[in-house]
């Protein structure tokens, strides 16, 4: 008997291949009625026999395009209708704000196929793409997701193409990027004054890898530099021209079985490496073999070709292993245009791979691990930007613009937060000027006006200097680490009362000092600061951040007091001038000093006594130092803190036990891995403690975990178990960063919910 079934869905569904894929399928079951995009979703009817309409039921989630996200699907039974045959239908023009840009993806392994095979029509074409991969966020200018809004708009198809783009039951069916090697983009080598080279622009640039040099290559979302990741002369080089001290470098490699030859692959890993976003997974490394690339941690970030650039590059007998950095200036955003690369990069660059399809939208790779069965972000950008989080509620239009750190902003619409891509440290004026780009193309392609603009409490940030001066809509300042336990709570649909800990560098307290190791109790609406780390004096301020040697001396000094020099390790002092200890310990003596409660700078102060660092050139290098080199072989017991509630609404966690231990163990000779061991396992236990007393005096039993010292596995693996342990239910970030990039997810939840 015959049925007609109207399926509603909602989601990622427009622009990803979805049309065409429920044609086929509805050819494939032999079913009659239509599709088409509306206001709120794709609408699909289905009419035939009853057990072929179930059959096409159950194969829609299941064999959807990879780049569709099916939130919610309804069903409902309607009447049957006079028709022969499956229509697409156009859609009405109110859907454009409904139209979710899909995010750039990789090539997919079709497309990848066909470029490497001789006889295919784009036999290494470098722009090969289909409905299911290719670039999509970058290049659109404007909303609806067309060809004429994106920067494909300069090159009409071709007949043939032109034909696949019209067939519904071709794979390049309404490919909006669609094109070939007679009508589309093309790629060419020039060097640093711009001149054009000759022969083949890919097989030169293989040439020129080979031999060593630096390369800037165009990609999705910006210029990488590259070089062959095993000639160590050349990465040094790369090195030395970016001004790029130890922070690590990412590699590109060939494919999957390189990999596993340079690290430990697990299966999530693996399929995290090979997901059609092409993320950097963080993987341990097997060896020091790679200790150029990244010198401090036993991890290294590694990735799978994703543009038919990326592909050619390895198929033309180059190495397998590229590294592929952001093509910038120290922190600067990354470069896009062929000639800003040049005037940017042509220091740093021998030769530039370049091509004439323009990006319009910046956009850095992002980063993850693997983490207790889930993905961890540490930078959501290419490949998810900007694809929304799913929220449990609708919320009114807000913009939140992020933190100062890895900034990234957010905006509301309906139930969709829409995180922006990875900006960067708001440090530069460039920096600043793509932050605004991101807020107009945003609010562009989202058809929003915010009500509300949301933004941290730090009077200082740019982010929040720029918000304060947007006078229509309404203001609301959102504590640093309020912020980071929303964002958590935003992404687990939670909205109750919740605790939170909320670990990270700096975020600026109500009482003007700087925390970062903090026991939030909190819902939306408000909070109340149940526990933290006793706070510190931070000499130099700011400036203890570059020099972690400033806070070794502060957390010695809190413990030991004018003796403190006593019980200081020899190469501390040694490494640092005298004069410049005494102007610490003035600092000390007068205590007119910022406070800190900060887990990054407690981290700092045991890397600094621990393994003699005392400066640092990027963000959390020392404790990326102290996390790699602790030992697990055995269990080597835990240091001591104490908890002091003198203040029963609030524990303070006493580090001054800590840091004697940590003396005593230095002046015995302790090995590092054995003290970092230690210490994790004594941080892990104080924080458990104090989470369990507050879980006991508050009755709450959900717990958060947010901030960027989260990153740390030991820290996050040892308190999850322990929390379990202690029967609370702990919720961690998986959607977004649990560092300051997440932050603006937080920012946006606390605004909705403000009086
Ligand atoms: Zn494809
Ligand atoms: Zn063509
Ligand atoms: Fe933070």
């Known amino acids: 008997m015959n049925r007609r079934v109207r399926v509603e869905i909602h989601g990622i569904v427009q622009g990803v291949g979805f049309r065409p894929y429920i044609y086929r399928l509805a050819h494939q079951f032999q079913l009659t009625g239509s599709i088409h995009n509306s206001e709120s979703g794709v609408f699909i009817e289905v009419q035939g026999p009853g057990e072929d309409v179930d059959a ?52 997919c392994e079709d497309c990848a196929r066909e470029l490497l095979d001789p006889a295919d029509r784009r ?82 640039a293989v040439r020129l890898l080979r031999e060593g040099r630096i390369l800037a290559i165009k990609g999705l979302g910006g210029f990488h530099l590259a070089v062959d990741a095993s000639q160590q002369v050349a990465v040094h080089e790369l090195r030395r021209r970016k001004n790029r001290g130890e922070k690590p470098f990412a590699i590109m490699v060939e494919g999957i079985a390189t990999a596993l030859s340079l690290c430990h692959v697990s299966d999530e890993e693996a399929a995290l490496l090979q997901s059609p976003q092409r993320p950097i997974v963080l993987l341990t490394k097997r060896s020091a073999q790679f200790d150029v690339l990244a010198p401090d941690g036993n991890q290294l970030g590694i990735f799978l070709p994703y543009t038919p650039i990326h592909h050619l590059l390895f198929a033309h007998g180059g190495s397998p292993a590229l590294v592929m950095t952001s093509g910038n200036l120290s922190e600067e955003p990354i470069a896009i245009d062929n000639s800003e690369a040049i005037a940017r990069l042509g220091n740093i660059a021998d030769s530039f791979l370049v091509h004439n399809r323009d990006i319009l939208l910046r956009c850095d790779d992002s980063v993850v691990k693997h983490l207790s069965g889930a993905a961890q972000f540490a930078r959501r950008s290419r490949g998810y930007a900007p694809a929304p989080i799913r929220l449990r509620e609708s919320l009114p239009p807000i913009l939140a613009v992020g933190g100062e750190l890895k900034n990234a ?130 000499p130099a301020g700011e400036q203890a951040v570059r020099a972690p040697w400033l806070m070794a001396v502060s957390y010695l000094w809190s413990t030991f007091g004018e003796e403190w020099r006593d019980h200081a390790p020899a190469a501390l002092l040694a490494n640092v001038t005298p004069v410049r200890i005494r102007i610490a310990e003035k600092l000390l003596q007068t205590g007119r000093l910022a406070q800190t409660s900060s887990c990054g700078r407690l981290f700092d102060a045991v890397a600094a006594l621990t393994l003699g660092r005392t400066r640092v050139t990027y963000e959390a290098q020392a404790a990326v130092a102290l996390e790699a080199c602790c030992s697990f072989n055995i269990d080597h017991g835990a240091y001591p803190f104490a908890l002091s509630e003198t203040n029963p609404e609030c524990v303070r966690i006493d580090t001054r036990p800590l840091f004697a231990a940590i003396a005593e163990d230095l002046r015995l000779g302790v090995a590092a891995p054995i003290i970092s061991s230690r210490f994790h396992a004594g941080l892990v236990n104080i924080l458990a403690e104090a989470t369990s007393r507050v879980a006991q005096r508050t009755g709450l039993q959900r717990v958060c975990l947010s901030g960027g010292s989260f990153q740390n596995a030991i820290l996050a693996q040892g308190l999850e178990s322990q929390l379990t342990g202690h029967g609370l239910q702990v919720y961690k970030h998986t959607q977004v960063p649990p560092g300051d990039g997440g932050l603006s997810l937080g920012q946006l939840l606390i605004a909705a919910n403000s009086g």
């Open 56 to 107: 096409f039921l159950k194969a829609l989630p299941i064999e959807a395009p990879p780049l569709a996200r099916l939130d919610e699907i309804d069903l409902a039974e309607i009447g049957l209708r006079e028709e022969s045959e499956f229509q697409i239908l156009g859609s009405t023009r109110s859907d454009s704000a409904n139209t979710l840009i899909s995010p750039d993806i990789a090539t």
């Open 123 to 204: 036999y290494r074409y470098p722009f090969i793409n289909c409905t299911n991969c290719g670039p999509r966020f970058t290049i659109t200018r404007s909303v609806p997701y067309d060809r004429k809004q994106t920067s494909m708009a300069a090159f009409p198809m071709c007949a043939r193409c032109q034909a696949e783009y019209d067939d519904p039951l071709n794979r390049r069916f309404h490919a909006q990027p669609n094109a070939c090697w007679d009508c589309g983009p093309q790629v060419g080598l020039v060097d640093k004054n711009g001149a054009q080279q000759s022969g083949d622009p890919i097989a030169e």
């Open 409 to 538: 902003i957010c905006i509301s619409r309906g139930r969709y937060a829409f995180l922006g891509q990875h900006i960067g440290d708001l440090e530069n004026l460039s920096a600043f000027d793509f932050f605004q780009e991101s807020i107009s193309h945003f609010q562009k392609i989202l058809e929003v006006r915010p009500e509300i603009i949301a933004f941290d409490l730090h009077p200082a940030y740019l982010a929040t200097q720029w918000a304060k001066k947007q006078q229509e809509p309404k203001l609301v300042g959102v504590q640093h680490h309020h912020a980071h336990i929303a964002s958590c709570m935003a992404e687990n649909h939670l909205t109750d009362r919740v605790i939170g800990i909320a670990l990270d560098g700096t975020g600026y307290g109500t009482d003007g000092q700087v925390w970062g190791g903090e026991i939030l109790v909190a819902d939306f609406r408000s909070f109340h600061r149940a526990g933290h780390f006793d706070y510190v004096g931070m």
